[in-house]
DNA sequence: TTCGTCGTGCAACTTTGTTGCATTGCCCGT
DNA sequence: ACGGGCAATGCAACAAAGTTGCACGACGAA
């Protein structure tokens, strides 16, 4: 299958040229290793890890790399998410397309992992009478610490907020 | 009352005075400034925005904003969110302490308007198998349009990131 | 061939936020 | 009153993330 399956092995070169292709978008070498990034972590990137890692294989430029990045949310391949740090953060639809999913953002470490979808998992009705919004998307980010960081020893390296001086 | 409600009548200087001193922060009249602007908007600003509202009453320069920015979000007296642009946004804790809530962020005007609590609105055990991870907090964003630009003749100003939606 | 378009690269720029250091004013002990 | 220290603020320079303008090469169409 080629839908865009966020598994290691199915990040290979038939099947995302497929996926690029069948979303109207020309399979170009740069952006072939840039899906296969995503594809490959299966999470949420910021744009300097996607062109850190894109760049082990090709000389790529961060301009070229943004255009890409865009034009693939553009096209409903990816999705642009915001973090709690500054950079925006990248990853591809898993699954089918248009369903979102939420993320889990591990204060210590910065990884950002894909969760399953949101529905089920946001009441809108909770918050209806409130929101009298045409809703376009539904952004929910589960922040603290994973269960890799907690196991190692905690050291405090004020990874987005931690101790500016507590009083 | 002092709980920091959110209405303009509210936002008086006796009020935000006693907020500030009972969170621990001396009340200068800048951190005033910026605590009855928060008060004031209700909802959640940039910083930039927030150090204009400021300096129509005060000399203000950018760093010490953020300082007190920072400060209050330490002192949890504020909250400091990602919104679908660059900026992060601060808003005040409506109501008691620790209780988050949701926003509903408006992709045409920009407007981010703060929402309810997010308990009973996220259904953490509906992604509690895979969220093997200590939570610290849950940022929930609705994404849209809101109802006062829904009645706008609608000028395509593509402000973030409009066709980014559902595929 | 020539033209136009597309993909990419480079440099310069903008925005947002941070760091280092100086200045000011207040409190406190003497 | 005096002087030291500290908290609050300001200024300038910096830093990171992302954007814009423009150039250049490849490639297909006329």
């Not at 939420?102 to 929101?131: I, Q």
Request: aromatic residues 2%; contains cysteine.
């Amino acid at each position: 299958m080629d839908e865009l399956p966020t598994t290691p092995e199915a990040a290979n070169h038939a099947s995302t040229e497929t996926v690029l292709k069948r979303a109207g978008i020309d399979p170009t070498p740069l952006r072939l290793a840039v899906i296969q990034v995503l594809a490959r972590e299966g999470r949420a990137l910021p744009a300097g890890d996607i062109l850190a890692l894109v760049q082990d294989q090709h000389r790529a430029n961060k301009v070229t790399l943004y255009r890409i990045l865009d034009l693939f949310v553009e096209k409903g391949l990816a999705r642009r998410h915001s973090s709690g740090d500054r950079a925006l953060r990248y990853c591809l639809e898993p699954g089918s397309a248009g369903r979102p999913h939420c993320h889990a953002y591990c204060l210590r470490c910065g990884r950002m992992e894909c969760l399953p979808g949101v529905e089920g998992v946001v009441d809108m009705a909770a918050l209806g009478p409130a929101l009298a919004m045409e809703v376009v998307a539904v952004e929910v980010r589960i922040d603290g610490v994973c269960a890799a960081c907690r196991r190692k020893p905690s050291v405090p390296e004020t990874p987005v907020d931690a101790g500016s001086g507590n009083s």
